[in-house]
């Protein structure tokens, strides 16, 4: 089995894809695509050359120091086998290589515990955000040096 992550400047068609196919067809939300979109990096997670996982990032200050998370999925009939810890640990490990300090990540209550699974600690009350009930999660990164 091989494992591959790109990074790519701007959304393909196949992220796009995915990314369709769990927010709008399975979770309902009205829209997918945002004005963040233009300025994030946009993440696939392949698995023997399938892409199997989704993601973006982009800085929320001038420092580059926090940047938010999202837009995360794995493709459903591959869930619970670890693929979204690993998609994590990459994004995760490819910010730090930018100086990257914190991650925030509006996190949907039904993810929350994968997010605590992955180091996360929750900041605040719930919130409602494109009419789905929310979690502000943060992680600080530990610089390995
Ligand atoms: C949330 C999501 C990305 C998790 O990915 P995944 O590949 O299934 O997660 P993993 O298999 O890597 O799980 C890592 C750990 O989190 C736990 N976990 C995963 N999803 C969970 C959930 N919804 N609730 C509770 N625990 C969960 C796993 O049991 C595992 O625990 P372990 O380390 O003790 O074994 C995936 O369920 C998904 O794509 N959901 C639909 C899209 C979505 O809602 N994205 C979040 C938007 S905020």
Known sequence: MSIEVYFYPSLTEELFRLRESVFIGEQHFP???????????????????????????????????????????????????????????????QLMNKGAKEILIHAQIEAVDFYLKCGFKIEGDTFVEEGHEHKLVKKILEQHN
Request: glycine letters at 10%; aromatic letters at 10%; zero cysteines.
């Open 31 to 93: 829209y997918e695509i945002d004005d963040n979109d233009s300025r994030s990096i946009h993440v696939g997670l392949f698995k023997d050359n399938e892409l199997v996982g989704v993601a973006r990032y982009f800085p929320i200050d001038e420092a580059k120091n926090t940047y938010i998370v999202g837009r995360f999925a794995i493709r459903k009939d591959l869930r619970g086998v670890g693929l979204g810890k690993l998609l994590m640990e990459k994004i995760e490990h």
